[in-house]
Each structure stands twice: as C-alpha cells, then as structure tokens.
C-alpha cells in the first residue's frame, strides 16, 4: 500500500490535538497521573500482582509459579486483573506504578509495604527475595543480567516497533514494516545463535533470563504474536524453536500463562488467581464470568 507519508512535514512545536489512530488510540496521551479513583483490591498473600497476560505480565507469573513449584512457599500470591482499557490509569494503580504500565507487585510481608514496577525489575526482586533462578557464581550471574536487559531492550523494537506498524497502525507503512521486521529478524537470529549452544541463554541452567525472553520471542516463534510468525519465517530458527517448546513443556510455564489471560479457549483462561485450586476450579470454562474490569 502507497501512503503519503513522505509530505508529512512535521511542526516546530508538537501538540496533542488528536488521536493517533490505531488500535490503542482511545487510551494513549503524552501526560501521565491518573484519571480517576479507583482503589485496588488487596487479597490474603504477602505478594500482591495487578497485571494482565500480555508477555510482560506472563514473565511475572511464570516466576511466581516457579517459585512455588520449587517450593519457596512464601511466593503465594494474589494475582488481580488490570485491563489496559483505561484501568492502569486508576490512583491506586498509578499508586502501585507511576508508569502505568503493567506488571505491578506489592509485597506486604514485611513492616512496610514495598512496590515493585517494571517486568524486569520484578524478576530480580524475587530472584534475590527467595535466592531462586538468579546464579551466584559471577560469570553466570553477568550472563542471566545480560540477556535480561537484552530483552528489555529489545522488546520495544518487536512490540512498540513491528506489532505496531504491523498489526495496529491504521496505515500499513512500507518503510516501517521493513525496518522493524528487519530488526526483528536480526533479534532472532542473534537468540538462535547464543542457543545452538546452550540448552538455556545463561548456559545450562533455566534462570530469570528465559522468564523474560520466553513470553516474548517465544509467543513470536510459535506465530503467535501479532499475525506474523509466516511473514518473519519463524519456522526457520531452530534452536529458537527447541528452546521455546522446552519451556513451554514445564507445568509452572503453564499455569503462570493462564494468569490474568482473557482470550484464547475459556479453559486457558484464570482471570484472577488467589489459590493453586484455582487453576482447577476458576478457569472461564469452569465460571463463565466475565473479565473484570
């Protein structure tokens, strides 16, 4: 498709004075601060979780049903839905995180409660909390921080980047596409190579690292990010591919997707998570409710 994009001749001062279009336009604005009050709901567990299963939320999950499959059951947790509808800019979550973003945790198991925003800072939290998924010998250590902070480098190129033109924009841009999907492909490549070698990206041990990674560029080698798993030949990173259905093999991988999920088939659906019965007992197949808001 031709656009006219090449006449845009943008202005010396930028100003908000209409919406951008796209699937996210209703909700996006260059202030932050909330827009209305809304408290959030606090349950029994010392970890309380408000998120949603988009990958950045399934990092979290995924660790804290690791956490609890390895037995540190200190990690029992409240999970609460957050739809991305306008509800992250409620006070209480502004409160949890200012960015508004999810995941968001509060951890109330000590004299004070302690907020913890970003994915990827949550991850390292509860890897030092519990002493779990994050190495202590010093090389393994380095290489788990690595490939974390790869992928949240990376990740705004593949979903900011390609989903966006890709999927949502209301213009399909040639030059967009192509410098994204480029991208993107390179970010493949560069995770096939570290994994013909090791069987995980911090070596042979399963850490914080793949929790991250996983939900991202895995969903994106299965075809299941954004309708474009044939576009990007997916199919062709192989060791992308071996890794990606080794974890998506381990039961807590499993449980921790269902989580705060509101699409796919109703028995892969747990829109809140309070108790490990849940997963056997709330699931939308089980319930019928509908999500809450």
Known sequence: MTDDTSAYE??????????????????????????????????????????????????????????????????????????????????????????????ALMDRSGKEPIRVFESGSILVYLAEKFGAFLPTDVKTRAETFSWLFWQMGSAPYLGGGFGHFYAYAPTKIEYAIDRFAMEVKRQLDVLDRRLADNEYLAGDVYTIADMAVWPWYGSLAKGLLYGGGEFLSVQDYKNVQRWTDAIAARPAVKRGR????????????????????????????????????
Request: charged share 20%; no cysteine.
């Open 10 to 103: 943008p202005p010396k001062v930028w100003t908000w004075n209409k919406e951008s279009g796209g699937r996210f336009a209703s909700i996006n604005r260059p202030i932050a601060g909330p827009t209305h009050d809304k408290e959030l709901p606090v349950g029994r567990h010392p970890l309380q979780l408000y998120s949603l299963a988009t990958p950045n939320g399934v990092k979290v999950t995924v660790m804290l049903e690791e956490l609890l499959a390895a037995g540190h059951k200190g990690a029992e947790y409240d999970a609460w839905l957050i739809k991305i509808d306008g509800n992250q800019f409620g006070s209480g979550f502004v409160a949890v995180n200012p960015n508004s973003k999810i995941p």
């Open 258 to 293: 269902m989580v705060n999920r509101t699409w796919g088939e109703p028995s892969s659906q747990l829109h809140e998570r309070h108790e490990a019965s849940d997963f056997e007992t709330r699931t939308q197949d089980k319930i019928g409710e509908a999500a809450a808001s």
